[in-house]
């Protein structure tokens, strides 16, 4: 059971192809410089890839608009450098997610190029159409402000086809059972080329079921748990990583009533409140999102992160904490987006290294799998010059060398960040590799402690009283073992006292210095805690008489 369920103690580093090492001095990054780059990441600990998509498209949205699922683009290779990346992956132990896009195609995929041919098409029911214009042609965008609607008129299908995001991104229609046969045989493809499981793209807007005018489409649950069954018989330890930005009371749909949906979710609900929290130090509210997301079946995951590819999402925030998170991290027009988020990278927006620390190591602590961005673990910085969501799409920085040693070539696929405190001659892998006290010798640590933290992926939690609104305490328990884990987020230092009754013996193991704490005659334990300050805590074979949640 513990092998089949492999993504509980599982630490995922996020790529995009693109942006990560050109070994072929083209500009654009390729399989065989990640296949050069494996030892960096074996190296720092993470176990677990996610590829974004690298199959042949226009590239008009990163490599999202695919026109083609059985290959790879030829800027990244060729199937043959993906087979032996995969071959240079499984000998270091290194698991590989790749990105199921399939909740729409590129305008010019074969697919769609037939279906607009004509009413009688052979594919035409592969998409959805509207021979009048809709009502709501222009509601529901996922993109406001860039996006001007979701029914785009085709001059030579003679009709209106939908699209959820941007127009040159038909939606696929998935109650047609030839589609659902084929997203199917998608996944056996790459399965049988060695893939550990799938980031599912879009998850609510792959269930959906649109039409022409309201009533708003429902959402076909049953549908995940026929993608499911069909993972576990290909693959049986295969996993679906989700991307549904919705409501905690959703959730459960996603995941399933027994855990038969959804394997692991990312959590945006509390990765929005984590936001709040780092900018006001209130953490009352990232403690009630924990509370409202936590999970009751043992197969179910969540999968936590800081920042991503695409802006940082703050929609499920009030208007006012939103404004506050604005505020404190992204106070200029240009650093928003959508009216909703930030475009910006972590170390920009937290601006020092205390705060970077603090916002990782409690990343790392939170129930479920983290997710580490590339160039995060070495703090690189964006590019607000490019547009959109482009800002934080720039090459890896890997040395001091020209074009940041991502590349050879005089043009790359997005500049290198070259001025300012984050230019690649200061932010670099090469420099943080010399210096002991760099973030990137800091993250392996953080890694190796997360590994060897088990209960965080395994046990239950409960949320400490720490009679401080800055503090945030958390308590694990798993096989006999418990972990205290403390996060201070005010800008003063402080002194808390934890109580722990059900804890029979009362010695604490800091696990990241060469110190212990003892409780008092009363069984409490005073800490210590720096600004922006966190402390990693174990007591071996303690008796801990927590309810099961």
Sequence with gaps: MVEELWYKNAIIYSLD??????????????????ARRLDYLHAMGVDTLWLA????????????????????????????????????????GLKVIIDLVV??????????????????????????????????????????????????????????????FYKFQP??????????????????????????????????????TPAPGPP????????????????QWRRGDAVFLGEANVLPEETKKYFGEEGEGIHMMFNFYVNQ?????????????????????????PVSQWAHFLRNHDELDLGRLTEEQRQKVFARFGPDEDMQLYGRGIRRR????????????????????????PVIRYGDEIGMGDDLDLKERSAVRTPMQWSADKQAGFSAADKLIHPVIDKGPYGYEHVNVDRQRRTPDSLLNWMTTMVRLRHECTEIGWGDWEILDTGNPSVLGMHYHWQGSSLLILHNFGEKACEVIIDLKTIKIGELIDLMRLESCTADKKGRHTINLEAY?????????????????
């Design 273 to 297: 409140h984590l936001f709040y929290a780092l900018a006001t130090g209130d953490t009352a509210p990232l403690i009630e999102a924990l509370e409202k997301t936590r999970l009751h079946s």
């Design 171 to 208: 939606d696929l229609n998935v109650n047609n059972q030839e589609v659902r046969d084929e997203i199917c045989r998608i996944m056996g493809f790459w399965i049988e080329l060695g893939v550990a499981g799938f980031r599912v793209d879009a998850v609510p807007f792959l269930l959906e």
């Design 103 to 164: 909740n729409h195609t590129s305008d010019e995929h074969p697919w769609f190029q037939n279906a607009r041919s004509g009413k009688d098409a052979k594919l035409r029911d592969w998409y959805i159409w509207s021979e009048k214009k809709p009502s709501d042609w222009d509601e529901g965008m996922v993109f406001p402000g860039v996006q001007e609607a979701t029914w785009t008129y085709d001059k030579k299908a003679k009709a209106y086809y939908y699209h959820r």
């Design 17 to 34: 192809l693109e942006t990560f090492m050109d070994y072929n001095g083209d500009g654009v990054g390729d399989f065989e410089g990640l």
């Design 533 to 549: 300050g966190y402390r990693w805590f174990r007591a071996e074979g303690l008796t801990h008489l927590m309810k099961k949640s």
């Design 346 to 369: 972590l170390s920009t927006m937290l601006g020092n290294r205390q705060q970077s620390e603090l916002a990782y190591s409690l990343m790392f602590s939170l129930p479920g799998t």
């Design 216 to 231: 708003k489409p429902e959402l076909k649950f049953n549908y995940l748990r026929e993608l499911r069954r069909f993972l």
């Design 53 to 92: 998509p690298f199959q042949p498209t226009p590239n008009k949205d990163n490599g999202y608009d695919i026109k083609d699922y059985y290959g790879v683009d030829p800027r990244h290779g060729s199937s043959g450098n993906f087979v032996e990346f995969m071959h240079q992956a499984n000998k270091r």
